[in-house]
């Protein structure tokens, strides 16, 4: 009889070969899926198998990338829009597409140039700004997630600013800045009357213009920035503004017309008809602040000018003064820029940075109408409502100063 040398080693490979024959049909089959343990277990060895091979910083950034994307692709979109009413028209993307409007519609110009470039809310938000903490804003779905960057836009000594001192006027014009220092030489020459009868007219040309609901890094998308709610809009800012007026004992109308709703388009021309209502009936008015907001938009990042005082956050506010190409029949111009002038003068003197740089440019926006006529902006829709209505409250004070100078 035949004796192997190493009986052991034979009956190992005997009883492996047969191990293998027996299991090769359960594993074509896929019979071993039947144990999820042992599935479970090789997946964590893989796992296990592949961190080991991992830098340490690729776990970081394979985290953040979870955070910031997986997590939120399968999730339902509650996200509530800004806006709860929004008009048919889409929001112009820039100040530059509103001039453009407004220029097309009365006949004007409009600037080669590119804009870096909007009572009872107000008593509401000033007699509680900081009652309670407020709650975190809604997370927004990583694919409808848009950058928001905020930025000073106060202006500062450069070639591309003329220095008021304080404060700056950014020209858009063909005159030099020794031609326009010698307009702003001169004092406005339009006296204001007493507070007896209506000496300001506030009115929105653009009401439904809106704002970020939230303080937050990033914007939705899906936003189009246009309320017809007048708490949430830009009769809240102007409610604000006229309190702020009043306090200083200015007598102010607020026209709260949405010339911008149902059509954005032709909202110059009804805001214009809506003025010469007002001046036929109250001839004391000597002022008349059309109240904005502006638009900025830089490749998909929405900008919000931004300052802060006493610790809390205020919209950057910018005057815009228009100027007369020859073709815009305003008489006017040089008074208004003067007035313009004095209040951002008086503004940055009361609170230095509050104010961006004066915009002097061939826009009409409706100050042909009369000495006194300016647009103001308050903040970006990037600028949550708040802080725009902070500023109309900061900028108030400065500005009845300025009027109260024309007297």
């Keep these: 009889m035949k004796r192997y040398p190493r009986p052991k080693k034979f009956i190992l490979l005997f009883f492996g070969v047969i191990a293998v024959v027996l299991c090769l049909p359960l594993i074509r089959s896929n019979l071993y899926k039947a144990a999820p343990i042992l599935q479970k277990m090789g997946e964590k060895l893989a796992l296990f198998a592949a961190f080991s091979e991992m830098p340490h910083e690729s776990i970081g950034l394979l985290e953040k990338r979870f955070n910031d994307e997986i997590f939120y692709e399968d999730e339902p979109d509650t996200t509530p829009l800004v806006r709860p009413a929004p008009p048919a028209s889409s929001e112009p993307s820039s100040q530059e597409e509103r001039a453009e409007e407004s220029s097309s519609s009365s006949g004007g110009s409009s600037s080669a140039e590119e804009l870096s470039s909007e009572e009872e809310a107000a008593d509401r938000q000033s007699s509680q700004p900081d009652a309670d ?45 020794t031609e326009i220092e010698e307009i702003l030489s001169e004092t406005p020459s339009f006296p204001v009357g007493g507070a007896e009868e209506p000496q300001v007219l506030i009115y929105h040309t653009h009401a439904t213009e809106a704002f970020e609901r939230y303080d937050h890094i990033f914007y939705d998308t899906r936003n189009n920035w246009r309320s017809t709610d007048n708490n949430m809009n830009m009769v809240a800012v102007g409610s604000a503004l006229k309190a702020a007026l009043e306090a200083e004992g200015i007598s102010v109308l607020h026209d709260t017309t949405q010339h911008d709703y149902p059509s954005y388009n032709g909202a110059y021309e009804r805001s214009a008809e809506t003025i010469r209502q007002y001046l036929e009936q109250y001839p004391s008015i000597q002022i008349l602040l059309d109240v904005h907001r502006d638009a900025i938009d830089r490749n998909g990042t929405l900008v919000r000018p931004v300052t802060t005082v006493n610790g809390r956050k205020a919209a950057q506010l910018m005057i ?47 100050q042909d109408l009369r000495p006194g006529a300016l647009l103001l902006e308050f903040g970006s829709h990037g600028n949550t409502l708040e802080e725009c209505i902070y500023t109309a409250q900061l900028a108030g004070s400065s500005i009845a100063k300025a009027i109260q100078a024309l007297e």
């Design 320 to 366: 815009i003064a228009g100027c007369d190409d020859g073709t815009m029949n305003m008489p006017n111009w040089q008074e208004n820029l003067r007035f313009a002038a004095g209040i951002q003068r008086q503004a940055e003197a009361d609170l230095p940075g509050l104010m961006r740089p004066l915009f002097f440019g061939y826009r009409k926006y409706n």
């Design 133 to 177: 903490p407020k709650p975190p804003p809604p997370e927004i779905p990583a694919a409808y997630r848009g950058d928001m960057l905020e930025e000073d836009l106060s202006g500062y000594d450069s070639p591309n600013y003329l220095p008021l001192e304080p404060g700056y006027l950014r020209n858009y014009t063909d005159y030099s800045y």
